[in-house]
């Protein structure tokens, strides 16, 4: 039962290279959600997947890109990294007792 | 946009003593709350979650809500070395047929033997 599912654990990018984050859940959970995490921040809402087929913007969306590729998968991608996009990222995904993190991704950018 | 305050901390209390977290919001819409526990370098973890006003019991844990005054808390009892964390505060309200959850930026536990 592995739940939510992210990679990679760590990255490091250069300013200006892209990636993706890849976020699977096993559960059959209709929502998704990706979080961002800064020390004093707390964790704040980049963008969220309501179902399959349907993705909107949280508080913090610019810079990334979501994809919602299919009911198990919602990934995160940055286009052209900045250093301000230094952080632990989070995926979760719901059902309505509650929401499951996934391991987090800690990514620099230098 | 939907705050959630928290009180950052730190909590310190004696192992076997009563810690009180709490949490205050500001939109009388939500419905949903929840508490999430996260050791450093973790992921969130869920504790509880409360629906309506009152209290919910959780072995050591025990939640209260008060929608009137807009306030969650959570009570562990019993408080443990190793309930040493960072209590993160959660409600739930809908926009637009999704749910949308918002955290608080946490509340930093210490428990010393």
């Known amino acids: 039962n592995a739940g939510v599912t992210q990679t990679p654990k760590f990255q490091v990018l250069k300013t200006g290279q892209s990636m993706t984050l890849q976020c699977a859940q096993d559960?059959?959970?209709?929502?998704m959600y990706w979080y961002r995490q800064d020390p004093g921040m707390g964790l704040r809402l980049i963008y969220y997947s309501a179902s399959e087929g349907t993705t909107d913007k949280g508080e913090v969306p610019n810079g990334y890109n979501v994809s919602r590729l299919n009911k198990r998968e919602f990934s995160l991608r940055l286009e052209s990294a900045a250093p301000s996009q230094t952080s632990v990222y989070f995926c979760?995904?719901?059902?309505?007792?509650?929401?499951?993190f996934g391991s987090g991704t800690r990514l620099t950018v230098v | 946009q939907k705050e959630v305050e928290q009180n950052s901390g730190p909590l310190s209390v004696p192992e076997g003593a009563i810690a009180s977290l709490n949490c205050t919001y500001s939109d009388r819409v939500s419905q949903s709350f929840f508490w999430y526990r996260q050791y450093s370098g973790k992921s969130p973890e869920l504790i509880m979650s409360i629906y309506s006003n009152g209290d919910k019991e959780d072995g050591r844990f025990t939640a209260q809500l008060n929608k009137a005054s807009q306030y969650v808390s959570l009570l562990i009892r019993d408080s443990q070395p190793s309930d040493s964390a960072t209590y993160l505060c959660a409600l739930v309200h809908a926009s637009g047929g999704s749910y949308i959850p918002t955290f608080g930026r946490g509340t930093s536990l210490i428990v010393h033997p």
């Open positions: 559960m059959n959970h209709n929502s």
């Open positions: 979760a995904s719901s059902a309505d007792s509650g929401y499951t």
